[in-house]
Structures are given as C-alpha cells and as structure tokens.
C-alpha cells in the first residue's frame, strides 16, 4: 500500500512539472501578440470620447473630425507598441501639409501624390505595417483613408476602421462597414452605409500595422 501511494505521488508531481512548464511558452505567445486595434477604437470611443459628437476637433466643445479620431487610435495603438507617436506622423495622418496646393474639393486627390493616403501613408512611411492591395486580404481593425466623387463632381474624404468586411456575389464587389467619427452619425459609430471598396469614381487606401 506504501509502495502505491509512493507511485501516486511520483505520478503526481512530475504531472503537476510537466503543466507548469507548459503553460509558460502559452503566457509568452499571449504577452507578443499584437493589441486589437478595432478593440481599441471601441474602448476610446467608450472612455476618453464617451458623449463627443462629430465636428472640428475641439476638446470644450467635445467635438473631433474622422482624421483626429483615427489619429487618436494610432496614438494609443503605437503607445502599446512603446512607438512615439510623433508630430510628424500626426501631421501625416491628419493630411495636414503646408505644401498641399492642389484644390481636392474641385480636382481631388493627386494619385501621384503618397500623402493623400494620409494614416495609410503614414503607415507605410514609418514602416509601422502594410498597405493592403488585394481586397480578399481585408480585415476588420485595418485602418482607411479613402476619397470619393459627388454627383456634382465635387470631392470629399474620410477616415476611419474597417468594422466588417464582406465580398458581394451578386455584383461582384467588396464592401464594408467602417467605424469611425462620422457626420452622418453625429459621433463615433459604426457606419450605417456600406461603403464599396473600390471604383471609378473613388480613391481608397487601406493599411494595417504589424
């Protein structure tokens, strides 16, 4: 009897070594992975920016624009990566350039032009990520900077987080649902269009961080 209850706890042991060196590669692989950013963008607009409503960036009015909300996420996002977020790539993000002479509202953005791409560009010019070309390669948490032709042949632009993507079969098209600072939510939202991926009438630059 003495000799089997030895065996147990022999048994006993090494299983409980054995569990415990396995959990340690697990708690590593855990600890590298890289932080959720659509789950950021959510957590933002539940704490910092819980009650803003869209507009002109302005923190008495609690107001702030597609672009200063996707700066905001690429600010935290990089923080958690222990990347400055600088004002350089602030500046990138935001399109905000001195030399931008090219009127985008009339002729639209240059295509030739790399920082039209603004938080795309910027991405790819700190080597934070990748541009993502093949639209089947599309994922929730990728960040968009795209612009758009009217009707009247005016242009506008925005940016924001790809929330939900989808291929439609029926015409042949990637489409997307985008969360962001919107003014046709007031506020930070998921959009309640979807918004076609490519086109002639469009310019869309997608991008993901590492």
């Given at each position: ?7 147990i706890l022999i ?10 060196d396995s959990k ?187």
């Amino acid at each position: 009897m003495k000799h089997f209850t030895r065996i147990i706890l022999i048994i006993t042991l090494i299983t409980m070594v054995v569990f415990a060196d396995s959990k340690v590669p697990i708690k590593a692989e855990v600890e590298t992975q890289a932080p959720n950013i659509l789950a950021i963008a959510h957590e933002l607009d539940e704490g910092v920016f819980c009650g803003w409503s869209y507009g002109a960036y302005n923190t008495e009015k609690k107001h702030l624009n597609c672009t200063t909300f996707v700066s905001a996420v690429m600010d935290t996002v990089l923080s958690r990566f222990n990347i400055s977020y600088t004002a350089e790539m602030r500046k990138d993000v935001l399109i905000n350039h001195p030399n931008l002479d090219r009127n985008v509202v009339k002729l639209g953005p240059d295509p030739k032009d790399p920082r039209y791409a603004g938080v795309v560009y910027a991405i790819e010019k700190y080597n934070l990520g990748k541009r993502i070309t093949d639209l089947s390669q599309v994922q929730p948490g990728d960040f968009i900077q795209y612009w758009k032709q009217r009707k009247n042949g005016t242009w506008f632009g925005h940016a924001s987080l790809i929330e939900s993507v989808r291929y439609d079969k029926k015409d042949g098209n990637y489409k997307a649902k985008i969360f962001g600072s919107h003014k046709s939510t007031k506020g930070i939202a998921v959009s309640k269009f979807e918004l076609l991926l490519s086109g002639d009438d469009r310019l869309v630059y997608i991008g993901r961080i590492r």
